[in-house]
């Protein structure tokens, strides 16, 4: 109801200036402090003073008396405070809000009819994901089911670095050291066990002979070659190894969870010639020049150079991404990267070298994140030293048990939780906590993840939103057993709801549309989990300072209706962030 409120406000304001001719493309809508009474508010009246000649607040007096009131649905009355024009929501406004925020579709936004491809993860398939990198595939797996919620075609891709110099060297490993020249791996699984050999080969390229290391460099570089003459051996053999470790990855991502439509090669566009076209198209370019061995790109407003083609006729990562993204456009509306910030420049040429091939790069964003530390310090797959996101989902479910176990201890002596419901309740949980905690800071600040307010049930993290949602379940799981029906349609009675803390939650359910189309149109997920903490403290006033079941048999009614819209509200927004909904804890 947010939306058409706001629809209905833009109209009465657009009216009401076309009227009094005072034409302006910045209506200046906004949401009022908490402290007004109203759901949205304007500020226009400053930008029509000066061609009006009137002050300000004598402008919002003027708009506000050619509105309409009679002729709005969403607006009960439009009242000035000096400059601003505040409009107060009708009665039909929440009994409207109260029966559709029931639906288990609430929160999903018209089909935008526009294709969106989200390219996100992607790390090297070199070995295990470690939490530095955890970032990125929550928040693009975030964004995605943001943007599905505001009415995109989301295509979630995984864009394979399968022809660097670290696969050739990964490769060229696993067909040279025997696995009795390798430790255990760390965990039974297979990215566990390929990463050995990656770890193995590196260190002999650092510790051994002159001659030995020449040897193994000359067989990498056929490697190299091979997958840029097309030789289909080669590309059998680097796939052995590229697919076994990203089977193993794709386990580790699936628990976040963050699945995936496509895992696309970068090979395929070096086999398919694109790359090839490509490198001829940006030799033709006006920027291109050839300079220490190699072709390059001479920026006019960006510091470095790019080197798109090698002395020896190899093409480099960025110049096949080149080819990537041609095929994006070809193929979607929009395209959206997640990126750790340590691309930047990367994607600052990326998007300067598609313009200069004729782009439109208005199609193109980049979301940037920083990193996640643990206190205990970095992180590096190539040294083997990495804290493993495996590790640190397997430590969230075991503490989050441990939580779970504390707190529900008099239920699971009655016998009323079994092991299962401990472990179901402990995974959401836990998975939740690390979920939740790096989606709701904003991507390009720096997390180091603390456990102790990750999972804590008091504060604002993601067992404190998911028991709101295991509370409303409670209540009524509870009214249902008692024989009280959820009233629906013009069943529901939003005029009993006359308390101001009923009120403030009804606002917040009526605002997650709105949050979701903010969040999409913005490219931040962040949005929606500060949105669900928000939503958390109003539902929690409301449940103290409101009695449901105990109310008259009206106001009760109103209540249950209320917690209704308020479960699928939180259970949806926190869907859209990809977090779990216990239905009890």
Known sequence: MFLAMRAEVEDALEEALTSLDFPTDDLGIETPPDDVDA??????????????????????????????ETALTYIETVE????????????????????????????????????????????????????????????????????????????????????????????????????????????????????????????????????????????????????????????????????????????????????????????????????????????????????EDAWQLDFED???????????????????????????????????????????????????TL???????????????????????????????GVMLDDLLDESIDRAREEVEDRLGERIRDDELTEEDIERIAHQVGIGAVRYDVVSKQPTKGITFEWERALDFEAQSAPYVQYVHARACGILDEASAAGHEIPTGEAVDADALTEPEAEDLLRSIAAFPAVIEEAADERRPHIVATYTRDFAEAFNTFYRECPVLDADEKTRQARLALVAAAQTTIANALDAIGVAAPESM
């Open 39 to 68: 759901v949205l508010a304007s500020s226009v009246a400053y930008r029509l003073a000066g061609e009006a000649g009137m002050a300000p607040p004598q402008v919002a007096g003027t708009v506000a008396d050619e509105i309409d």
């Open 80 to 291: 000035t405070q000096g400059p601003y024009l505040n409009f107060l929501p009708s009665e039909q406004y929440f009994a409207e809000t109260l029966d559709t925020a029931q639906s288990d579709t609430y929160g999903q936004l018209s089909d935008r009819e526009t294709s969106v491809v989200i390219e996100h993860t992607s790390a090297n398939p070199t070995g295990p994901v470690h939490v530095g990198r955890a970032r990125n595939p929550i928040v693009g797996d975030a964004l995605a089911r943001v943007l599905e919620y505001a009415g995109y075609d989301v295509d979630r891709h995984y864009y394979v670095n399968d022809a660097g110099r670290q696969i050739a060297v990964f490769t060229w490993a696993y067909e040279t050291f025997e696995e009795s020249e390798l430790p255990e791996p760390e965990r039974d699984a297979a990215e566990y066990e390929m990463v050995r050999y990656y770890r193995k080969g590196n260190s002999y390229l650092e510790e051994a002979d002159d001659e030995a290391v020449e040897a193994a460099e000359a067989e990498i570089q056929t490697i190299l070659q091979g997958l840029e003459d097309g030789d289909e051996e080669t590309y059998e053999r680097v796939g052995e190894v590229v697919d076994t470790v990203l089977g193993g990855m794709r386990e580790t991502l699936e628990r976040l969870p963050a699945e995936f439509d496509e895992f696309v090669k970068e090979t395929r566009f070096m086999r398919d010639g694109s790359t090839d076209e490509v490198v001829d198209r940006l030799k033709e370019l006006d920027e291109a020049v050839y300079e």
């Open 355 to 385: 313009e200069l091939l004729g782009h439109d790069t208005d199609r193109l964003s980049t979301v940037h994140y920083s990193w996640v530390n643990l206190p205990e310090g970095g992180m590096s797959t190539r040294e083997g030293t």
């Open 302 to 352: 960006i510091e470095k150079n790019l080197v798109f083609l090698r002395a020896d006729g190899t093409s480099l990562y960025t110049t096949r991404d080149l080819a990537h993204h041609e095929w994006k456009f070809d193929n979607y509306d929009e395209a959206v990267t997640v990126l750790g910030e340590d691309h930047k420049l990367q994607a600052e040429q990326l998007k300067e």
